[in-house]
């Protein structure tokens, strides 16, 4: 089991990069792939990015790709989404989230994923 805590979040204007970082919990995070999700105000929650146990492989989201950069450290247990060019429709709640796997591959689905951290809020103004 693993236990997740998002923190970075803040409100920035548009144009501006943030930091997000989600520490896990436990001695196992390099069997666990990563995933970042968000969700605005009356929307439903959707994929951001994703990483791999080794985070040789990564995913992202069309509307991110090219401003968005997911990583890792599992010396420190902990997963980082680099975000630049933020714009106004990034706004929203960013949740980090992790899945154990025998392989070293990504998913976009959030119905793979079994723990979910509380959330970081991330607010970009126009």
């Known amino acids: 089991q693993v236990q997740l805590v998002e923190s970075g979040g803040r409100l920035v204007q548009a144009g501006a990069s943030l930091r997000v970082s989600c520490a896990a919990s436990?001695?196992?995070?390099?069997?666990?792939?990563m995933g970042w999700f968000r969700q605005a105000p009356g929307k439903e929650r959707e994929f951001v990015a994703a990483?791999?146990?080794?985070?040789?492989?990564?995913e992202y989201a069309d509307a991110v790709k090219g401003r968005f950069t997911i990583s890792r450290d599992n010396a420190k247990n902990t997963v980082y989404l680099q975000m630049n060019s933020l714009k106004p429709e990034d706004t929203g709640v960013y949740y980090c989230a992790a899945d154990w796997t025998g392989g070293d591959y990504v998913t976009r689905l959030a119905r793979s994923y079994d723990y979910w951290g509380q959330g970081t809020q991330v607010t970009v103004s126009s």
């Open positions: 436990g001695r196992t995070f390099s069997s666990y792939r």
């Open positions: 990483i791999s146990r080794s985070g040789g492989s990564t």
